[in-house]
């Protein structure tokens, strides 16, 4: 085994994998909170956080710590998702030490001064401008929100612009306080690393990180619903789904699979039959993403506003065919994909970091790859099926669509038509 988990005395966890013949190293400090632990006037501040993290401590100014880490050609980020947020670093072996150093800085010290807090502010309302002008990414928002309508799940990472402009510095420091916690923050380091080393510098670097757990987010309710927005557009972009599984639920291997051969790759039913054959789509894919306590599943596609209705009647045929006709040839190729995908991925050291921390986050221990890919092996047919039963007979339907006015209505009440018999 290569990889070591410490937890210190704190509750700060340490996990590494020390990586042969690889001369980077990357460093990933995850904490479990996200999106959907704010409170209704934080919307968004989880993202604004992690923007305001670079932007000065007492040690570093914005610009002084982009010339430090750039000066030992290292790469500094961060990213937010709905239970994580993630800041992240990727230097030479050597330059650990720098990496680590200003990674604590900026979760322990940071200045949250207004005036750089005012121009991030409007940076971030730029970000959210940005995602509105594309409505291929800006329709999951809605779909989302369909799902888990009037509960923080439901709302976008970014946040609204009223929302974003009407954070304040105090905000950021009672959220942080609240939620920055040793016992749901993670310190994964990867590539050319060395445990012990790590973990003494994590003890030095986060001692006077905030102690003991963060509050729980409240359960989420899956709801259901149709969402959709007329705009002036070339095509129609729509997301059609149900509530899925939890990471943590047994069938999470088999819903995999399913959604692998549903919609995974090129010889994919949904591929193959709506565009290769009917030529009705560019692209189309299914997806599940997995939450602490639920999940969701879905299926996405861009057409012409003409086809529209066709793409949505067959796509929802395609899924029920499947769901009840999955063959052994398909879960077979399905899983094989799946497993050098898994493995593939976790070639690079920061990719490892990632999941090690997703891991620790949501299991308290690491799983060894050779375990994940035994597990997905072991899913039978009768295992995709009943999974897929599940998927598609359990919960109302959730629908947005983006796109001409002219139609759109009907598209809406098309998909709540279905229910698999």
Not at 7 to 12: A, D, E, Q, R, W
Not at 89 to 99: I, M, P, Q, Y
Not at 128 to 133: L, T, V
Not at 271 to 288: A, T
Request: charged share 25%; net charge negative.
């Amino acid at each position: 085994m290569t990889t070591r988990m410490t937890t210190l005395p704190s509750g700060l966890t340490v996990v590494t994998d020390a990586m042969a013949h690889v001369k980077t190293a990357a460093v990933t400090v995850m904490v479990g909170v996200g999106g959907r632990d704010e409170r209704a006037d934080e919307h968004g501040i989880s993202h604004l956080l992690e923007h305001m993290a670079f932007k000065g401590t007492s040690r570093r100014t914005a610009r002084g710590m982009a010339e430090e880490i750039e000066a030992i050609g290292g790469d500094l980020n961060a990213a937010t998702s709905s239970e994580n947020t993630a800041y992240f670093a990727k230097v030479l072996g050597e330059d650990l030490d720098v990496a680590g150093d200003i990674l604590s800085d900026i979760l322990t010290d940071p200045l949250f001064e207004p005036g750089e807090l005012a121009k991030e502010k409007n940076v971030i309302v730029q970000e959210i401008g940005a995602a509105e002008d594309s409505p291929d990414d800006v329709v999951f928002d809605h779909f989302v929100a369909a799902a888990f309508p009037g509960q923080p799940l439901g709302r976008t990472i970014l946040g609204t612009p009223q929302a974003v402009r009407g954070a304040t510095s105090d905000k950021l420091r009672g959220y942080m306080s609240r939620s920055y916690k040793t016992a749901n923050t993670v310190v994964a380091a990867a590539g050319a690393v060395d445990h012990d080393r790590v973990v003494d510098l994590a003890a030095e670097k986060f001692a006077p990180f905030g102690s003991g757990s963060a509050p729980a987010h409240d359960r989420a309710r899956y709801g259901g619903g149709v969402r959709t927005v007329a705009r002036p557009l070339e095509q129609t972009n729509v997301v059609i789904g149900f509530e899925g599984v939890s990471f943590r639920d047994p069938s999470i291997y088999a819903t995999g699979v399913f959604t692998n051969l549903l919609g995974g790759g090129l010889s994919s039913r949904l591929f193959q039959e709506v565009r290769e054959e009917r030529g009705l789509c560019y692209e189309i894919h299914s997806f599940h993403w997995s939450y602490s306590d639920t999940g969701l599943f879905g299926i996405s596609a861009g057409t012409d506003p003409k086809d529209a209705g066709e793409l949505i009647r067959l796509t929802l045929d395609i899924l029920h065919a499947t769901a009840a006709g999955a063959t052994e040839v398909e879960v077979n190729r399905a899983k094989a994909q799946m497993k050098v995908g898994l493995l593939g991925a976790l070639e690079s050291s920061s990719a490892r970091t990632d999941q090690m921390a997703r891991q620790i986050l949501a299991f308290g221990r690491l799983i060894d790859l050779d375990d994940i890919a035994a597990r997905i092996e072991a899913v039978t047919i009768e295992d995709v099926r009943a999974a897929a039963a599940k998927l598609v007979s359990t919960s109302p339907i959730s629908f947005a669509a983006i796109g001409p006015k002219r139609g759109l209505d009907k598209l809406g009440q098309l998909a709540e038509q279905f229910r698999p018999s």
